[in-house]
């Protein structure tokens, strides 16, 4: 009897390890077919090439006046306050305003995209005084945007205070760039793959 239980209990044993080696090799397939799908492939290569080309006319529309950079899930805009606001306030400066208007006409271009717009600032002073400041600093962009007809719903904000920083706040340098307005640019996928200007971005020259 026992050597038929111990039998058994290999039997069983082994066909669990079938199983899980079944398993891992429908998840490995599973992996290996998404990677490999012409349609998903094909949509991430236009999403890919609008926001390159968005990128590419807000540099030219912010005119070095604010660092525009691309990453893994959109693009980011960096807004200095020193240039873009009054000392400690939320009011624009003139300058700044030519170059939202310019920020805004590219944004109209391109309304399958949605922007987060995060107000941030350095350690001194009342630490809440500076989350009021930047979130009011984001929310003037933001209201800047929609006053030259960027859609309301592809606008959110958000205010950080000095809890997102970026550099040390023990150096002047630093705590200047800590004091910033982040504009965070991503593709509303699935409205821009249903649009027709999918097509003229699919990056197929024939």
Known sequence: MKPMRLLAGMAIILSLLVACNSSKKISKNEK???KKDPIAAEAAVKIGNMLDLLATDLIGATAKKAEIVRTADGINIT???DFYFES????LTVDAKGILNDISEVLNQYPYTEIFIEGHA???GNQLNNKILSESRAKTVALYFKAHNVMAERLAIAGYGATRPIASNATPEGRKLNRRV???ISANEKKFLESKDASKVSG???
């Not at 400690?88 to 009011?91: H, V, Y």
């Open 32 to 34: 290996t077919t998404k």
């Open 79 to 81: 807004f200095q306050p």
């Open 88 to 91: 400690s306030s939320e009011k």
């Open 122 to 124: 350095d350690s001194s």
């Open 182 to 184: 982040l504009v965070k």
């Open 204 to 206: 197929n020259k024939n």
